[in-house]
C-alpha cells in the first residue's frame, strides 16, 4: 500500500524531496503524480491561467485513475495558493473514505471547496519558497500525519458509509433536532446530521449519492434561503435532489432567516434590516413575508 503525492514538482521539487525522505524514513512508500502547470517560464493571461489550472488538474486525476487505487492507501497534497487550489480539485475526485492531506500555504478561504470532503490541512504559516525551520516543522508534521494514518488500526475498523439516517440542523433548530435524533436512536438507528450553514449541505448532498442514508430527515432546508437568495455558502447544485431517490422529511426549520457573513461586510440593504448577531463572523437576516 502506497501514499501518493501530489505537487507542483516544477516549483516545490525541494520541499517534495524533503517530504518523500520523510516518509521514506517512516516506511511509507510513495509515487508521485505532477501537477504542475508546465508553463516553461512563459507569462500567461489570466485567461491562460486559469484553462492551464484546468488542464494540469484534469491531467492528474487521468493519472490517477489509470492506476489502480486498491494498491493505494492515502493521498497527499503540497501546494501554495495556484498549486494548493489544483491539488484541492483532485483531492475531491478521489474516493470520499480514501484519507487526504493538504500541506498549503492556504491564501484562500478553503470551505467553499473543501465542504463535501474530507480533507485534511495543514497550514504551513510561511509560503512554500525553499525549506526553513518554519517549513520543515510543517512538512514535518504533515509526515507524522501520514504516518500515523498509514500505519493506524482505527479503532472502529475501516471507514463506512452503512447507511444511516441523515439529519440536517442548524444551532436554531438544534432543541428540535437534539430530541428527534434521540428518538432515532431509540429506536436503533444510527443518525448523520449535517450542519445546514450553507456548507454542510454540500456534505449531506454528496454523502446521499453515495448510498449513506436509508432515509433522511431535512429539518433544516436553511439552505434555501443562501443558495436562492443571498447568502455564505459553497455550490451545491443538488442539495434539493440529491435525496429524492430515498425516503425524505422535510421541515422549513430556518428558512425564515439569511445567514450573511461580518456585519460590517454586509450591504447596506441588509444592515437595515432586522438581524441578529449569530457570532463576529455570521449574522442572521430576518426574511421578508411573502
Known amino acids: 500500500m502506497s501514499v501518493l503525492l501530489l505537487a507542483t514538482y516544477d516549483t516545490k521539487q525541494e520541499e517534495a524531496d524533503y517530504l518523500i525522505a520523510a516518509f521514506t524514513a517512516l516506511g511509507v512508500p510513495v ?13 500567461w493571461s489570466p485567461e491562460d491561467k486559469i484553462a492551464g489550472m484546468a488542464k494540469a488538474t484534469q491531467r492528474a486525476i487521468a493519472e490517477i485513475s489509470e492506476k489502480p487505487q486498491t494498491g493505494r492507501r492515502m493521498v497527499v497534497a503540497i501546494g501554495g495558493g495556484t498549486g494548493g487550489q489544483k491539488a484541492i480539485r483532485v483531492l475531491r475526485s478521489l474516493p470520499v473514505a480514501m484519507p487526504k492531506v493538504l500541506v498549503t500555504t492556504l491564501p484562500f478561504d478553503p470551505r467553499y471547496i ?9 497550514p504551513t504559516i510561511a509560503d512554500l519558497c525553499g525549506l526553513n525551520a518554519t517549513t ?9 500525519i501520514t504516518g500515523g494514518l498509514y500505519f493506524a488500526t482505527l479503532p472502529t475498523g475501516p471507514a463506512s458509509l452503512a447507511p444511516s439516517v441523515g439529519v440536517t440542523s442548524l444551532g436554531v433548530t438544534g432543541p428540535g433536532t437534539d430530541v428527534l435524533c434521540d428518538r432515532l436512536r431509540q429506536d436503533g438507528d444510527e443518525v448523520t446530521v449535517f450542519h445546514a450553514n450553507g456548507f454542510g449541505g454540500a456534505a449531506f448532498s454528496r454523502w446521499a449519492k453515495s448510498g449513506a442514508f436509508k432515509y433522511v430527515v431535512d429539518y433544516t432546508p ?35 432567516f439569511i445567514g450573511m457573513g461580518e456585519p460590517a461586510l454586509m450591504p447596506e440593504a441588509y444592515q437595515a434590516r432586522e438581524h441578529y448577531a449569530h457570532s463576529k463572523l455570521f449574522t442572521h437576516e430576518q426574511c421578508s413575508e411573502g
Open 136 to 144: 520543515r516543522a510543517a512538512l514535518d508534521q504533515a509526515a507524522a
Open 222 to 256: 436553511h439552505e434555501l434561503t443562501r443558495c436562492y437568495v443571498a447568502g455564505v455558502h459553497a455550490d451545491m447544485p443538488d442539495r434539493f435532489t440529491s435525496t429524492e431517490h430515498i425516503p425524505r422529511v422535510v421541515l422549513p426549520g430556518g428558512v425564515n
Open 114 to 122: 473543501i465542504a463535501d470532503s474530507s480533507i485534511i490541512l495543514v
Open 31 to 43: 509515487e508521485t503524480c505532477d501537477i504542475s502547470l508546465l508553463a516553461g517560464g512563459a507569462q
